[in-house]
Every structure is written in C-alpha cells, then in structure tokens.
C-alpha cells in the first residue's frame, strides 16, 4: 500500500530530527531558534517531512522556526510517554520505578499527550501526522507503558485533533501484543534496525523488508509507515559489532533504503539527521551517538557529501 496516497500526504524524503548539540540534552539547555535554522536550512534541500520525538521546548523552537521563516516542512509530532509499569527486563538495568513514580508518570503522560493535541491544533498546517508514543511497549524498553494505555492515549488524541495518529514501535510488537492496536490508530508505524540485529550491510535491505512487509501483509488494510530506520557510523563493540558499522556502510545503506521506498510510496524516516553526543553512555563511540547523516558539528558524513556531486 502506498502511505503517501493512503495518508492524502504528498510523496517526500523524510528524517528523524532532534537538534541537540554539544552540551545541549532534554530537560536542560536547548538549542536555540538560530541554531534551529540552521539545522531546518541545510535540512531543506533534501527532505519534506520531519519526525519529533517530544512536545518540548526544542519541538515548539522547531515549528516557531517553520512557521517564522515559512521552511517547507511537515512534520510527524510525537508525544514522548514514560514509564507506567515496571520492565524488570530492561538489559541495561533501566525500567525500575516506585509505585509513586509510576503514577507521577501517569499524569505526566496525560499531559504530554494533552500538548500534543494543543499543538497539532495549533500548527494545523505544519504538523501532518501525530504519534502516541515511542518504543514504549516492545520487551526491552525502559519506558513500559501498557497497550491499554496506549489505545487511550491515542483515542484522546483523534477525538480532539484532526490529523492521523499513530503509535511509533519497533516492528516485532505489531506482529503479537500491538494486535489490539492496530483497529485504532490511522497507521502503523514500525522502526527496523538490522545492524542492531547482526546482519551486515550485504543482508541490511532485505531484512529491513522482510521487517516491513511481515507487518504490512498482516495488516493489508492499514497503511505501514517506516518511522525509523538508519545505520550507524561508529560502535564501542556493544550491541553493534565495530566491524559493521562506517560511513560508507550507511551510505550504501541510506540510498538502498531510500532508492527502494521512493520507488514504492513508502513514508519512510531515516534515523537520524545529526549525531547526538548526549545519548548513551559517555564512552566516545557509544553507538547511540553515531546515527547522524551528519556530524554533531553539522559537516556532512559521506552520504551527504556525495549527495553534493549527484
């Protein structure tokens, strides 16, 4: 099924954004509206859709500067949810709550998901598509969140904004618990990571389409976007072997990806535009910190460089 058309959304190239910078994390300094241009402006030249993981102040700066200086973008807004049940699971020992805290969440989520709606009705225009939440109910989250929850979240959500929501999920929960989901939100939407999973670049895109298409076959009704997929550059060897990941990997990676959804009307959100010092551990090549198409300093990796001379 074709998203673009099955969405009434225009075809576009599309990208996780998240403008963090060196010294700059959420709940502490933001990048500032200058900054946000700059990113916005070298973003432009090849994307139409942007995706926001939160209703923050670095979401309200990103839409302030789309509106002020009238950039070309849509933007996919999420509502960033934590934590409601504990996930004793979690592999890196995250996921552990008081029963105080896990009810403080509750309301926080509430609330985020009530910003959410005051900003899709406030930005009409700008912002085409809206999510629930984001890897809140697969295994290995630190952020549990029940699938019941989630359906009410999303219900409130449609009865009060008038864009397409969705929930943003890893695809493996779609194909069993996310089930009950599935009848309520407008579209799927999945992230696949086959370097996360071992494969190598040689295997990366038929995994990412046996991901794809073991969802969107189940659901043939229901459009199936892509919300995340990408490559890293760098890796400290845990979770993702050192040998797999480099820039050129992903740039084989970014125009196999981008070259087959293209062709196929998929909605699909590279992972990510810029790298993000502040993510993961503080080991330098923490892999979280190397998804970017750019670097932190905003000089391109070399599918962007390349995209110069194409």
């Known amino acids: 099924m074709n998203s673009f058309k099955a969405l009434n959304l225009s075809p576009g190239r599309a990208i996780c954004y998240s403008g963090f910078r060196e010294g700059q994390q959420p709940g502490g300094i933001c990048p500032s509206y200058e ?18 993981y939160d209703c923050d102040v670095h979401a309200e700066t ?19 949810i934590v934590a409601e049940m504990n996930n004793f699971g979690c592999p890196w020992g995250g996921g552990v709550y008081t029963e105080k805290e896990l009810d403080e969440n509750h309301i926080k989520n509430r609330n985020q998901i009530q910003k959410l709606i005051d900003l899709a009705n406030q930005y009409p225009t700008i912002i085409c ?13 630190d952020h549990y969140v029940s699938v019941s929850s989630v359906i009410e979240y999303v219900n409130s959500i449609k009865k009060e904004a008038k864009q397409p ?7 493996v929960p779609w194909l069993s618990k ?5 009848d309520v939100v407008d579209f799927i939407s999945i992230h696949t990571y086959p370097v996360w999973e071992y494969k190598n670049i040689h295997e990366a895109l038929d995994y990412t389409k046996e991901n794809y298409f073991a969802v969107a076959n189940m659901y043939p009704d229901k459009p199936v976007v892509i919300t995340e997929a990408g490559w890293a550059t760098n890796s400290n060897g845990r979770g993702i072997e050192a040998h797999n990941v480099s820039e050129d990997n992903q740039e084989i990676y970014y125009q196999d990806l981008v070259n087959w959804t293209d062709s196929d009307g998929i909605l699909t959100f590279v992972f990510e535009a810029f ?12 892999p979280e910190k190397h998804w970017g198409l750019f670097k932190i300093d905003r000089t391109p990796k070399l599918a962007m460089d390349r995209q110069k001379i194409l």
């Open 275 to 286: 790298d993000e010092s502040w993510k993961g551990s503080n080991e330098p090549l923490e």
């Open 165 to 171: 929501v969705t929930f943003c999920e890893n695809y």
């Open 129 to 141: 598509t809206l999510s629930a939440g984001n890897e809140a109910c697969v295994d290995w989250t």
């Open 178 to 182: 996310l089930k009950p989901l599935v």
């Open 62 to 80: 990103v839409l302030k500067v789309i509106e002020q200086e009238k950039l070309p973008f849509q933007v996919m807004l999420g509502a960033y």
């Open 35 to 52: 900054e946000v241009k700059e990113d916005l402006l070298i973003l432009k030249s090849h994307w139409k859709y942007l995706r926001l």
